[in-house]
């Protein structure tokens, strides 16, 4: 998640002190290894891969000692894999005495494609200072540049701003010093016969690892906090994979602890430098914060946390059925949109009803478990939701959903009918199957979050090699282009397109997109 | 100094370590200062001004907090006068939560010039790291940020490159932790009733005590390091206000614990991270340790110093008599240029003729002290250099000295010689005298060292109304300018003039041109 901007300076919050100690106390061990480049490479066009740029190896990186480098000069370290942790570099100077300062540029890339690209010409609304770049100045050298930021690459590239006429630099011990909540010895990976299934998976590991940080980060390189939508999907990979669940039960009380006074949850926190809710909300993800809660309990059954955030849970479910008719049907408003996925280009009415519908069974099952009173009238308001979208919003005779006030029909609406179990399990597959036939090749989607509930509709439905097939296509695509994490957002029918204009700010390591673990934990080897 | 540039990389050094023990155990006491800026400025066209820019005040700075900053805001702290340290600052940030980091660029500069140009257009051969820029990412705020590199300047620009488009930065409490070995209790400022010379005298002391650091540095925004032709005049300034000895005798420690395998003492060293001699040799500059020790001994015999450095002393004297040829001429060669000043325009055979009798003669004081049993050869290459000088170099008829094979007539010639001595005080009277009427106003020196010669030589002369002229129309035309340290290069015919092209690599602190303070001090005030 990244892409959406609201600004709320009204909103105020309560802030929960007995919730965040509690998240406070699920803080998580931080890993870290030592990680060093194994070649030097140059940037060469390769058709075939993302922007139509790749490397090349150029030497060892063990060679690097022998590169003196004086103004403008240049050289790329190749890490091997995508990593996410702090560089630090040895740096001598070699010639006649040391009589200027080094000028020393650093850009550090997830893909290739990034390095192609001149910092200096992004103009766009997303703010510069996401770009992974540092200019320092070094006095005396023989020096350690230890950074003090944490980035996200798999590339480094130095160049040599300036030494002077008489003296050049020499560069030796690069390494980064990764960190992760991720126990990479928690993994048990799934034996996987076909060969590109078994990388898809592989992929899906390293994106969620990367994304593992003090609390579970939508991408290491930017945005780095907390969004509940990414951390829905995040929490059933890791249940999957590496099991931390000190890990979801921190967020969810992070979220759980700072509400706004009319008790949503806000799309986002932030933790650093101290824990603090974004004024961003959205229709479904604050409903989310019910489903990842129902996720967990199913996953393990935890009184501690019912007892503390069935409360909050309940409350998102409250406000949001007063958007709710008599007659079942959810109508939005301006100020609390529905996200469903990040184009605005289609109507998103049925897909939110199919949301509340999907969240308020997982809900119905939380209420009975805590006994509430009020489970009746919930269980009456899902009748309702449901009665509406089968009798208003199916239409019959196309065999698929409709939405908005000019019956548009798009995939969102039947991938999210289907995901909430609103038609019989044969119904649903017909609608999927439909959909596959009218509305594929899927056009105007860009984002791994709606391509995952795509390939999960599928897989709900029974199609099955549909499901993978859209997985190769769509996942598998992004490692075909050079991916070694899966990215923020791609769009298999236009590969270069960036939501930001241009590569040096898109995240290359998103956790939305880590899924296929869960979907081929799931629906392949379960 | 600054402006030469010579690789020898074949060339061998001694490390003396019981000299360099000497020069580490005189190393000064470190003087700081907490300062505050007192306005906030922007750029304004002056037309008086340097390169046609000035500032104008647009708020005191306590109104720095109340100006938020979004990309490309910018402002300019104006500390009121020369500064050299290290610069803090606190940064926060108003509006939504902080959901990206800052990137902020800082400039500093000594002068509005500075901050009039672009770096990025610089191209020249001079290190484009001497530009006094950075650029930094703060992942969190509020924070910090406490530059570890020391910075020379009067105003500070801070440019905001990011911060997000829901939020701003906002800054407060802007401090330069000064720092300087210049002790400002030791100087009792000469009474002076010329209010212009009053004003030359003071930035003359502040010009020298923001080049005293762990050395006598040539310049504190750029160079940085001991250079043997600032050290002189630094030290004859010094003797004149602050009188810290210690700081001279470690430098010439430092010059003597590592001379070349042939003898000579190089140009220039470094003292970081170790001390290191530079691979540059200047005819002159070699030759001036000897002039520096004998201006200390002068001030303050030091029996030590001249046990440990005589032999240092005597043996560039043999080295430079080795390029004097039995009838008395000095030869020069190559690579062993003679500097005088940084112009190649002029014909410097006489000039150089002139150092080395000025030197000799210092020397032979020194030979003296010291009972050396070599005392009357030395007097009688004096004697040989001293009738050479008088019988081929003086040109009766024009009253004026001449140089080289085309018998070139040229300031440089008649200031090095008058300075010498060689004539007697009426002829060297009348030699300057001449020099006034025929050769000013001088065109094509642009070092306020060669200046500084120049006026030296008139006071020897005993034109002391020319020389307090030339001291107005020169030092008094850069604090017109707008300076409030003197410069490193400065042509009075061309006020814009730059060695490097560009305003931001000159340096307008520079030791060489703080002799004001000495000259006024010797002919004005003694």
């Given at each position: 998640m990244a892409f959406t901007f609201q600004i709320n300076d009204d909103v105020h919050f309560k802030h929960d002190q007995q919730l965040l100690a509690k998240a406070n106390h699920n803080r998580p061990t931080l890993h870290h290894q030592q990680v060093k480049p194994q070649t030097l490479v140059k940037l060469v066009k390769q058709a075939d891969q993302l922007e139509g740029w790749g490397v090349e190896a150029?030497?060892?990186?063990?060679?690097?000692?022998?590169q003196p480098l004086k103004r403008d000069g240049k050289l790329i370290l190749d890490f091997g894999d995508h990593q996410v942790g702090q560089f630090s570099i040895q740096i001598d100077s070699v010639g006649s005495p040391m009589d200027a300062p080094l000028s020393l540029k650093l850009k550090f890339a997830e893909m290739p494609a990034e390095l192609a690209?001149?910092?200096?010409d992004y103009d766009g609304?997303?703010?510069?200072?996401?770009?992974?770049e540092e200019t320092v100045h070094l006095d005396?050298?023989?020096?350690t540049l230890a950074l003090p930021r944490r980035y996200s690459f798999r590339y480094v590239e130095l160049t040599v701003i300036d030494t002077s006429p008489k003296w050049q630099a020499v560069f030796s011990e690069p390494v980064v010093t990764t960190v992760s909540s991720?126990?990479?010895?928690a993994v048990s990976v799934p034996k996987l016969a076909d060969p590109e299934l078994k990388k898809i998976y592989q992929v899906g590991v390293k994106t969620l690892a990367d994304c593992?940080?003090?609390?579970?980060?939508?991408?290491p390189k930017r945005d780095r906090r907390l969004w509940i939508g990414d951390l829905r999907l995040q929490a059933l990979a890791d249940y999957a994979?590496?099991?931390?669940?000190a890990l979801v039960k921190r967020c969810l009380y992070l979220f759980g602890a700072m509400p706004a006074e009319d008790g949503r949850v806000p799309a986002n926190v932030f933790t650093k430098p101290q824990a603090t809710p974004d004024d961003t909300f959205l229709f479904d993800y604050s409903l989310f914060f019910i489903s990842i809660l129902a996720d967990y309990q199913a996953f393990q059954a935890d009184a501690e946390v019912m007892q503390d955030l069935y409360p909050v849970a309940k409350r998102q479910m409250d406000v949001a059925l007063k958007?709710?008719?008599?007659?079942g049907e959810l109508q939005l408003t301006e100020d609390n949109p529905v996200f469903?996925?990040?184009?605005?280009?289609?109507?998103?009415a049925t897909a939110g009803q199919a949301v509340i519908i999907y969240v308020l069974k997982q809900f119905i099952q939380l209420a009975k478990q805590q006994a509430d009173p009020d489970l009746a009238t919930y269980q009456s308001q899902l009748a309702a939701l449901v009665a509406f979208a089968k009798t208003?919003?199916?239409?019959a005779d196309q065999g698929l959903f409709v939405s908005g006030p000019n019956r548009e029909v798009n995939v969102a609406s039947q991938v999210w009918m289907t995901l909430a179990h609103v038609l019989s399990p044969a119904e649903r597959q017909r609608v999927m199957q439909t959909t596959v036939h009218q509305?594929?090749?899927?056009?105007?989607i860009a984002t791994p979050y709606m391509y995952h509930h795509v390939t999960a509709a599928l897989f709900e439905a029974g199609l099955t090699d549909d499901a993978i097939a859209l997985m190769k296509n769509y996942w598998g695509k992004m490692i075909r282009l050079g991916a070694d994490t899966y990215w923020e957002a791609f769009d298999p029918n236009h590969p270069d397109y960036s939501p930001y204009g241009s590569?040096?700010?898109?995240?290359?390591?998103?956790?939305?997109?880590?899924?296929p673990v869960y979907l081929i934990d799931k629906y392949l080897v379960k």
């Open positions: 150029v030497a060892p990186a063990s060679a690097l000692a022998e690209r001149n910092s200096a609304w997303l703010s510069k200072s996401w770009i992974q005396t050298l023989p020096a991720a126990n990479p010895q593992m940080q003090d609390v579970f980060e939508d991408g994979t590496f099991k931390n669940t958007q709710v008719s008599v007659a469903i996925d990040w184009s605005n280009d289609f109507d998103k208003k919003l199916f239409d509305l594929f090749p899927i056009t105007g590569p040096i700010l898109n995240s290359y390591c998103h956790a939305w997109s880590c899924t």
